[in-house]
């Protein structure tokens, strides 16, 4: 199946710095991006939709200046947190939608897990 | 009411049973189904994709959709202690697009 890549798998920051996590997506070329964040035993919560070429459409509740999305190639988006807080820290992780036997199908990233200090 | 319900365990069942997890929504306009197995600190990882009602078989797992019920479940034979982890039900209205999804379901399969 197809490959996406998170990096960095795991990052600690100070509070108030930005720290930024990239997703790409290795064999295919990805249109669409999404990105989620998981707390501890939850499920995924989705925070926005990333297509290339154009502004993050993000869900109820998620503040868009605060959590900065680039999607400037097929292949690659990117989530910043900006002055981030302790209560930022939790596993943020991304799903490109992939083309392959059945259609669209999304992938997922391996997660990146914050941690502000 | 949330859009997909899932119990969220934990199951637990000895080696070499079959297990049977399920999902109920509510959203009719869902159209594509999907089956993720997440390890503990790891990104979920897709493992069964069906569009419409039926049966799709995949070498332990087989998924099955009823959506006359709106009810999904996932059949896992012959379980190891390799496949203690949570699984994830999720659906979406098109193919690819944005995934709703159920809270997530811990197995544990003991020796």
């Known amino acids: 199946g197809a490959v996406v890549s998170q990096h960095p798998s795991r990052v600690i920051c100070k509070s108030g710095t930005s720290v930024k996590i990239e997703c790409r997506s290795l064999?295919?070329?990805?249109?669409?991006m999404f990105w989620y964040r998981q707390f501890p035993k939850q499920s995924l919560m989705l925070m926005a939709t990333?297509?290339?070429?154009?502004?993050?459409?993000?869900e109820q509740g998620v503040e868009k200046d605060k959590f900065l999305i680039n999607h400037a190639s097929l292949t690659l988006s990117t989530l910043t947190v900006t002055s981030a807080h302790p209560e930022d820290s939790s596993f943020y992780i991304c799903?490109?939608?992939?083309?392959?036997?059945?259609?669209?199908?999304?992938?997922f990233g391996e997660g990146s897990w914050l941690t502000v200090v | 009411q949330k859009e997909v319900e899932q119990d969220p365990g934990p199951l637990s069942v000895p080696e070499g049973a079959i297990v049977s997890l399920n999902c109920t929504y509510s959203?009719?306009?869902?159209?594509?189904f999907m089956w993720y197995r997440q390890y503990s600190r790891k990104g979920p990882e897709l493992l069964m994709y069906t569009y419409s009602s039926g049966n799709k078989e995949d070498g332990r797992f087989t998924a099955q959709v009823d959506k006359s019920s709106k009810y999904i479940s996932l059949f896992i034979r012959d379980s190891q202690p390799s496949d203690s982890a949570t699984y994830l039900c999720?659906?979406?209205?098109?193919?690819?697009?944005?995934?709703?999804f159920g809270t997530g379901t811990q197995l544990k399969v003991e020796l």
């Open positions: 999720a659906m979406s209205t098109g193919g690819g697009n944005k995934l709703t």
């Open positions: 064999d295919f070329q990805a249109t669409t």
């Open positions: 799903s490109a939608r992939g083309v392959d036997g059945e259609g669209n199908t999304i992938y």
């Open positions: 990333s297509n290339e070429g154009s502004k993050a459409t993000y």
């Open positions: 959203n009719s306009a869902f159209q594509y």
